[in-house]
């Protein structure tokens, strides 16, 4: 939208400028202008195959896209000198399907990036993860191997991992989509608990009650841009576009 | 009745079923026991009947030979085994190794993988048999003041076909776990080369152990063949002695040894294999 005021950057946990993304002919991303500041949950909504997950990787770098700049604090990250393992470990990512290591144990899955990323000792490590397991009701689950645990408990393992090196942003790509609706709560209120905490957070997700609850700021994607942006109070109860309204109509009435 | 299981008794309905199928499994442990003592008694009789017998007998089956015979064998055998122990050594190495190089992807790294991919290509092409000259004969035929045992250049060759085939399983178990692991390692900011170490190679050994297992086996008898190059082994032991006594009896005992050396490892590739496949049938719970 506007060109990056470096006074702000301190502010700005994440800018991006006219992101463009193509697999093949496919354009599934037509230029996204975005910016979430510190402390603030931004919901992505939006159909399935409206870009929100391709938005997601492609902030991270797992996806390499096709044009736009996105800056990280104020540095630019899509800058080809740029180490992109330095900032990945700087974004943290819930995945939908979990992606917990099966090989590795709680307490190693949460601890690995602290240890051989962050170069932080292991011992200080493990307290600080056994901290925060316990902090989610998760205390007695610290020896299982993942596959031992529940969907919601494995997600919630999944966000203890993606927080545990305090990263500036985190992203969480549908992560109660691939749960059974018993288990949306705990790791919603896991969410719910990090926003009071004060985590950046990028959210993608169907479920509309909790981005009303939690959201600041909702982001409609459609054809592979945010098509509407507000508060929740905005989209949810006067959207302004006709397609945003559509949408709406459809997933409450499921 | 406190014990909720203590008062559950099983119906008439089931004791009916759990005979039924005991009487079934009863019935089919008898018929494949009568027909494998027909079959090796027919085999047997085959055998022992044939108008040569006693002159095969003498040659193949010498008991005083075979009691002579033994502890030379034996010795041979240590060598053998040491022999193994090494080219497990190595085979491990550069088979991981190879495997990591055909898995690197993206243009920089096409000389390396075409050289991975021309290593495993060649070396599982080749007859085990023809290495072994081109090692043994052709190595110090380069510099011929320097000696190299031949056990060593046997060792060396045994290696060279090995890691090949290991490469390959280990490459294949790599391509089987799947790609959002990579993506969950690399998320956390992990190297490619540590997403390999610590998340993609761990997972990989796990699918391919029962395979490796199969190729350890299959190694255990192929160190026989370094016999061809004159190093003293089972093989070599068995081959002076029948080269004075005119009898094979020598040979059978050497086979019998490298039989008795792969029986655990099979026995345990058996049990391994049997055991992942239950834990894949009841849903991936240990």
Partial sequence: MTAAHPSAAHATVLELQGVHKLFGDNHVLRGVDLEIASHEVVVVIGASGSGKSTLMRTINLIERFDDGRILLSGDDITDPAVDVDKVRARIGVVFQHFNLFPHMRVIDNVTLAARKVHGIAPDVARDRAIGLLETFGLGDKVRDYPDRLSGGQQQRVAIVRAIMTDPELLLLDEITSALDPMLVGEVLDLVRDLKNQGSTILMATHEMSFARSVADRIVFMHGGRPLETGTPEQIFDAPREPETREFLARITHR | ?286
């Fill in chain 2, 1 to 286: 009745m406190t014990d909720r299981t203590a008062a559950w008794q099983p119906s008439a309905l089931e004791l009916d079923r759990r005979l039924h199928r005991r009487r079934a499994s009863r019935r089919s442990v008898l018929i494949a026991l009568v027909s494998t003592v027909a079959f090796a008694a027919i085999a047997g009789w085959l055998v022992v009947t044939s108008p040569n017998w006693e002159a095969v007998r003498q040659t193949f089956f010498n008991v005083e030979i075979a009691a002579e015979s033994f502890p030379r064998i034996l010795e041979g055998l240590w060598l053998n085994i040491r022999v193994l122990f090494f080219a497990t050594i190595v085979v491990a190495i550069v088979g991981t190794l190879l495997a990591v190089m055909r898995s690197l992807r993206g243009p920089v790294f096409f000389p390396v993988r075409a050289l991975a991919t021309g290593y495993t290509d060649l070396f599982r092409g080749l007859p085990v048999l023809i290495v072994l000259y081109l090692v043994g004969f052709g190595i110090p035929g380069l510099n011929p003041e320097v000696r190299i045992p031949v056990a060593v250049l046997g060792t060396i060759a045994i290696s060279l076909c090995y890691s090949a085939y290991v490469a390959e399983v280990l490459r294949a178990g790599m391509e089987a776990v799947h790609p959002s692991q990579r993506v969950a390692a690399r998320s956390l900011g992990l190297s490619h080369a540590k997403t390999l170490r610590l998340v993609v190679i761990p997972q990989a050994l796990r699918k391919v152990v029962p395979a490796l297992m199969n190729d350890f086996v299959s190694m255990q008898k192929d160190v026989g063949l370094i016999s061809v190059l004159g190093a003293v082994d089972a093989i070599r032991q068995a081959q002076i002695v029948q080269a004075t006594t005119y009898n094979f009896t020598p040979y059978v005992v050497a086979g019998l040894l490298f039989v008795a050396l792969s029986f655990p490892m099979i026995r345990l590739t058996d049990h391994v294999s049997a055991r992942m496949a239950t834990r894949e049938q009841t849903g991936g719970t240990v």
